[in-house]
């Protein structure tokens, strides 16, 4: 994923969980702020119960190669946050492709 569609700054993060509407599985949460036609800008976050700085840096790099499966089918949807929860560390792969599939075409965001 190209750097310039990654949401960095905290307001930035605070403004998608603020108004963003959420859908959600026992392994992730997505935020999303719909902007109309500009391409989606990802953020990337971890629960702080999901345990030391490890395991959460763990979960946004599963986080990061989900989407980074999906990036030819994203069409623009506006900002998206994933917040992975303490599940993704124990879950298989394939598990994690199929949740992450089902949240972001719940959401509007992969085309057919």
Known sequence: MQRH???KKRTEFGRVFREGHTVGDRY???FIV???????RFGFAAQRSAGSAVKRNRIRR???ALVATFEERIQPCGQVVLLGKTTMLTA???TLLRSANRLLTKAGCLKR
Do not use: I, P
Not at 34 to 40: D, I, K, L, P, Y
């Open 28 to 30: 992730m949460v997505l």
């Open 5 to 7: 569609l990654r949401l």
């Open 62 to 64: 599963r986080l990061r």
């Open 34 to 40: 719909s902007a109309g036609n500009e391409a989606t």
């Open 92 to 94: 298989s792969w394939e």
